[in-house]
């Protein structure tokens, strides 16, 4: 199918559609069309992601949004584990938890 062909609302709600955050990533590899619907600034895709599994970014731009889900995303998968020798992901770790349990 040429999702280029489609209006930008059908390749939006197509995204929306899309259960996977890998699965969305890969559509919207697409073609510029997909990636557009993905990506621009004024989806909501990222933003109804957050919303479905996290409490709501309150004055967040769409940038602040896709990479706050997809951090926190890829460290609770992760099961952050503390050791000494990874400072830097160590600290990121410790600010995705912080953020969850004070709701920033």
């Known amino acids: 199918m040429a999702f280029n062909r489609l209006p930008m609302e059908i390749n939006e ?3 929306y559609n899309l259960k996977n955050d890998k699965d969305l990533t890969n559509f919207s590899a ?3 069309t997909t990636r557009d619907a993905v990506l621009f600034p ?3 895709v990222w933003r109804v992601r957050f919303s ?3 409490d709501v970014p309150s004055g967040k731009k ?3 949004t896709r990479k706050e889900y997809q951090e926190r995303m890829r460290y609770i998968q992760r099961h ?3 050791s000494q020798g990874q400072q830097m992901d160590e600290f990121r770790c410790l600010r995705v938890m912080r953020d969850l349990i004070v709701g920033e």
Do not use: D, N, P
Request: proline residues 0%; hydrophobic residues 40%; contains cysteine.
């Open 42 to 44: 004024r989806s909501g």
């Open 30 to 32: 697409v073609c510029r």
């Open 62 to 64: 769409f940038q602040q």
């Open 13 to 15: 709600q197509i995204a």
């Open 52 to 54: 479905e599994v996290f």
């Open 80 to 82: 952050c584990q503390l």
